[in-house]
């Protein structure tokens, strides 16, 4: 069988469909190299001394850990030198990161969460990277905050890099979702999922139930019924998974199918949420939609949502279009 590799892949994809301009390719080719060098920390674990607390806090008041700070600077450093971007925005950070002066610069913005589900790195449980990728107004050669608060619809490019029994890195240019492995001794990414779809029904769910009592009654109706099982209005038997890394729930999703929910909670009435919109909900709802899932807040796409913030909260509902219409059904009834 001949392999696609990722660099093959991506020249194709131009070629074929002209959506993918040589900067983005040149973009998304820097980032799974970082991706393959954050993979490497992660997998070393103890032997490279990577695991643990970092001793510091980020902007949202999370403690953070020594990777995602290997991460977060892992990724800044090789797109610095990249030449594609404006400016970079990250979890691990207040403010976006400019490029400085005396590096060439682009016409591209970069968020990520480095290190999604950090607090799984320490027990040897899947953690990931997510990123979005947003062009800057035109013109624009010193993006500010502003620049970066719009609506995941128009992202250009999303993925995600899942640190797993096997490591996979899965992309969207707005053609479909391609996943990649890799192939760890040749140090490349293999083009292993091609067109990646979510199964439109779905017997399983992913949610946090020690919030349970916390959710509003929306949330609380459509998780009652489907314990209900096959005895409840839903008629058939449900399975749950909680890995607590978006990462790893949301492959899981578009490798089998299910439903994802990070509900909006009365924990702490001033955030919508705990997922952060700018790079998880916007990266991920374009992923999920791109392999004919659906994304929604509860209320409405995603996708559609006006960022008022770098860091902004957002509740998710993701997964399979069936469940995930029922449950934002049952918000609006
Ligand atoms: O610990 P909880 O409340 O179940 O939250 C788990 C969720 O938090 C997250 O870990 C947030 O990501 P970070 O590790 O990047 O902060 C999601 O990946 C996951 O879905
Ligand atoms: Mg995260
Ligand atoms: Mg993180």
């Known amino acids: ?21 040589p900067d983005l390719r040149l973009l998304i080719e820097t980032v799974a190299r ?59 950070m207040e403010l976006p990161h400019s490029i400085p002066d005396h590096m060439p610069r682009g016409r591209y913005l970069l968020m ?26 035109e013109g624009n050669t010193q993006p500010t905050e502003q ?10 490019a999303a993925g995600y890099a899942v640190y797993g029994p096997q490591n996979m890195l899965v992309l ?36 946090n139930m020690s919030n349970m009592r916390h959710w509003e009654p929306p949330v609380r109706r459509y998780i009652d019924e489907m314990l209900a099982g096959s005895e409840g209005p839903l008629g058939k038997d449900y399975n749950m998974r909680w890995v607590a890394s978006m990462v790893a729930e949301v492959h899981r999703i578009l490798v089998r199918g299910g439903v994802f929910m990070y509900p909006k909670d009365a924990r702490d009435p001033s955030k919508p949420g705990k997922l952060r ?14 392999a004919g899932g659906v994304a929604t ?18 509740a998710v509902f993701l997964g399979s279009r069936e469940e995930v219409e029922r449950v934002t059904g049952y918000h609006k009834a």
Request: glycine share 10%; net charge negative.
């Open 1 to 21: 069988m001949s392999r696609i590799s990722l660099s093959r892949f991506l020249i194709e994809e131009q070629r074929q469909h002209g959506a993918l301009p």
């Open 34 to 92: 970082a991706c393959k060098a954050i993979a490497h920390s992660v997998n070393k674990g103890a032997l490279a001394g990577v695991l643990g607390e970092a001793g510091t806090g980020n902007v949202q008041g999370e403690a953070q850990k020594k990777l995602d700070v290997i991460a977060n600077d892992i990724l800044l450093e090789a797109n610095e030198w990249g030449g594609n971007l404006g400016a970079m925005a990250s979890e691990e």
């Open 147 to 156: 620049d970066f608060l719009q609506p995941g619809s128009r992202q250009v």
């Open 112 to 137: 990520f969460d480095p290190l999604d589900g950090s607090s799984n790195i320490d027990v040897n449980i899947s953690v990931g990277t997510i990123f979005s990728v947003l062009e800057a107004p």
């Open 297 to 314: 807040n509860g209320h409405q796409r995603i996708l559609d949502i006006q960022p008022t913030g770098l860091h902004e909260r957002v």
């Open 277 to 290: 919109l700018m790079y998880e909900g916007n990266p991920m709802a374009f992923i999920v939609e791109q």
């Open 172 to 207: 969207t240019f707005g053609q479909g979702v391609y996943g990649f492995t890799l192939d760890r001794e040749l140090g490349s990414w293999v083009l292993t999922n091609p067109r990646m779809q979510v199964p439109e029904t779905t017997k399983e769910f992913a949610i």
